[in-house]
């Protein structure tokens, strides 16, 4: 097949004796596609791509001779172009009709062994059908298995993997949580990622220990591994629970941190922020004056988890992209998503501190008309916030993290036996 298409692109309008020769092969076969595969002795794949590339030979060749100087009339008169182009465009349009490529493998199958999956607008081949996708009975259609529509009662999944379909709403079964006369709610997903030896039942061990607090759910953007979701909880709460589940070595059999494909994401609900402040804590994440503090302090680039956007406070009223460093889509919660995966105690208690001051930090700053370039909103006023000292004996942990890093002096915590990731 090369040899024939690079034939065909080096062949000139004028010498037609090659589009000629397939043109009679063409309709030697009663201009039936299939049965002119047959005679090239061509592949599904090939038969496609060659008629795909046919039909971009002919027109580039056309589109060739039309720059020059001649004029319509005598190009017609020199050679019938446009018969040229019906036989070819019927060859192109016929393959596509009765071939489809697969979305997965690119490889082409006939229309009557692809599957359509209607939620992608796509086509598969059976075999990655097989291997990828399940049939829904209720729906009447196939679904990918990371986009599978689980019912809220379907216990199938959890069954088969120890843990809950990635559309199960763990407040379900999990209690909102509050320590002493704490307000602001937070909910903490973490992903991590099985080890080789990690044993089976490893989900289950976890909610074991996490019973109450935490559920563990697919995701699809992990290789072998799940998310921990924990219902709503005020900040101590949060790290009481934490600290238990550290206590238990899960690090031994799960990994996050040393992952390309974890994250950890903070939600804080709204009913604790004005519009206001959302809109000064957009302005503070994506500014470009902040932009290496960010990336330091949540231990990747922002290329792992969304680009930075620019940002002024009145998008605070507009619903952002998922993937954003600070997601506002949802009605209830913002969502920081800029964090690395982690299951050490410290780089869990660090990143809860951080969303929970940033979001006091900010009701501290005055509006000002240009949110951009304000210096009250740069993460060297932040720094000076969390230098005071009520902000360093309620966040020790973050405090430490600033000290370690040069961003501020004064004494951090003892905290040489804490791994900072895992």
């Not at 043109?23 to 090939?46: A, I, M, Q």
């Not at 935490?214 to 799940?226: E, P, Q, V, Y």
């Amino acid at each position: 097949m090369t040899t024939l298409l690079n034939r065909l692109r080096t062949t000139t309008m004028r010498d037609t004796s090659l589009y000629q020769y397939l043109k009679t092969f063409y309709y030697e076969c009663d201009r039936d596609v299939h049965d002119f595969k047959d005679k090239l002795e061509f592949g599904d794949n090939e038969m496609y791509d060659f008629a795909r590339d046919l039909h971009e030979a002919v027109h580039n060749a056309i589109n060739t001779w039309r720059a020059q100087t001649m004029t319509v009339e005598q190009m017609r008169e020199s050679f019938p172009t446009h018969k040229i182009q019906v036989w070819v465009n019927q060859i192109r349009n016929e393959m596509y009709e009765a071939y489809e490529p697969c979305y997965d493998c690119d490889n082409v199958v006939p229309n009557d062994d692809a599957v359509y999956i209607e939620d992608r607008g796509e086509y598969v081949c059976g075999d990655c059908c097989d291997l990828s996708y399940r049939y829904h009975d209720g729906h009447g259609q196939y679904y990918h298995e990371d986009d599978y529509p689980y019912d809220e009662d379907d216990e199938d999944y959890y069954e088969e993997n120890g843990v809950h379909a990635y559309d199960y709403d763990v407040t379900n079964d999990l209690q909102t949580k509050y320590h002493g006369n704490e307000k602001r709610l937070l909910g903490v997903e973490i992903e991590v990622e099985r080890r080789s030896n990690a044993p089976y039942e490893i989900a289950e061990s976890v909610e074991d220990a996490m019973r109450g607090f935490a559920l563990c759910k697919h995701d699809g953007s992990l290789n072998n591994g799940f998310e921990m979701v924990t219902a709503p909880a005020t900040i101590s709460y949060q790290k009481k629970k934490w600290s238990d589940f550290c206590q238990k070595n899960f690090a031994d059999n799960l990994s996050s941190w040393n992952t390309s494909t974890c994250g950890m994401h903070i939600h804080v609900d709204r009913a604790s922020v004005t519009p206001l402040d959302i809109g000064k804590l957009l302005v503070f994440i994506n500014g470009k004056h902040n932009r290496e503090f960010i990336e330091r302090i949540a231990g990747r680039s922002s290329a792992q988890w969304s680009a930075f956007k620019t940002k002024q406070i009145k998008d605070s009223l507009q619903r952002s992209d998922k993937y954003e460093a600070l997601a506002t889509h949802k009605p209830r919660t913002i969502e920081f998503r800029i964090f690395r995966g982690n299951i050490a105690k410290q780089g869990i208690f660090r990143n809860l501190e951080f969303v929970d001051s940033l979001c006091n930090f900010v009701k501290t700053v005055g509006l000002d008309k240009d949110t951009e370039s304000v210096n009250s909103l740069s993460y060297t006023n932040y720094v000076r916030y969390m230098s005071k000292s009520e902000s360093r004996g309620q966040y020790p942990y973050l405090f430490s993290w600033l000290v370690r890093k040069g961003y501020t002096k004064g004494k951090a915590k003892n905290i040489q036996n804490e791994s900072e990731e895992s």
